[in-house]
């Protein structure tokens, strides 16, 4: 199995568009790429991986948490918790950045695993926010990018202080 490049910078075309569907029935190169992206998450010391970060288009991720690996494909959030917290984010595409990102405390989200069949699961904590974070990647928003954006609102809600 190889590793793969991982793709990096706030500007890159691939992190910044939303990604397609993976189609069904699953093509059988889907399963190599998903083995590829958990050595390359793992190589790089990551908990989470999409396939933008990889330079692939497809609507895929990875997460490893406590030595369990999960492969998600076509993964969508269903339902998000009222709840917030702030979690301070870093991210393979952008090596060395952190930003301290809101999330919901508890989300559900339903998806195909690697045998094809439709998954569903309710999570909250770390979990919740490796979720979040990568189907942001699928969607083609960058940590950076909903930093600016929490930002934004912010400062529309309670005003800004200009001498």
């Known amino acids: 199995m190889n590793t793969l490049t991982l793709v990096t910078g706030a500007n890159t075309d ?17 399963y190599s ?13 990551g908990i989470g991986l999409a396939a933008p970060q ?13 030595g369990t690996v999960t492969k998600y494909l076509n993964p969508e959030i269903t339902t998000r918790s009222q709840e917030k917290i702030f979690f301070e984010e870093g991210c393979l595409s952008l090596p060395g950045e952190f930003f301290p990102i809101e999330r919901h405390e508890e989300i559900t989200v339903k998806y195909w695993n690697e045998k094809g069949l439709p998954k569903r699961i309710r ?25 600016q954006r929490q930002k934004s609102k912010e400062g529309k809600i309670y005003g800004r202080i200009v001498e």
């Not at 790429?33 to 010391?45: F, S």
Request: net charge negative; hydrophobic share 45%.
């Open 14 to 30: 691939v992190l910044n568009r939303k990604a397609f569907p993976v189609a069904l029935p699953f093509p059988d190169e889907i």
């Open 54 to 66: 990889v330079g692939i288009s497809q609507r895929i991720c990875v997460i490893e948490i406590d």
């Open 123 to 147: 999570t909250r904590g770390l979990l919740a926010i490796v979720l979040q974070h990568e189907i942001d990647h699928l969607d083609g928003i960058l940590i950076c990018k909903r930093y």
């Open 33 to 45: 790429l998903l083995d590829e992206m958990v050595i390359t998450m793992r190589k790089e010391k």
